[in-house]
């Protein structure tokens, strides 16, 4: 904590100290995250039906989900057609795309 937030109210050092926190932290979740999303790929690309498949349908993830992209990019160069939900307001349904 620097000297000037040590003269700040109690809830506007907490909130520095909370955004400091979340700053360290930026990295170290990205990190976690993209080895999930590689131990995902492997755990994966282990599965039969992943291997005899030749279209798969995917998402692509908010921020807070598991990163899809790198299986995606696997099923690509394996020759896998890849399929990607669309909204059709009209018929308020989805549809493969």
Known sequence: MSVAEGSLPLS???AALRRRMRAAAR?????VAAAAAEQFVLVLE?????QQACRILAFM??????DVRPAVLRAL?????????????????YEGC
């Open 12 to 14: 506007a050092q907490k």
């Open 27 to 31: 990295p170290m979740a990205a990190a």
């Open 46 to 50: 282990e599965q039969n039906r992943w």
């Open 61 to 66: 993830p908010m921020p807070a989900e598991l």
């Open 77 to 93: 160069q394996a020759g896998k057609r890849m399929v990607l939900p669309r909204y059709r307001p009209a018929q308020r349904d």
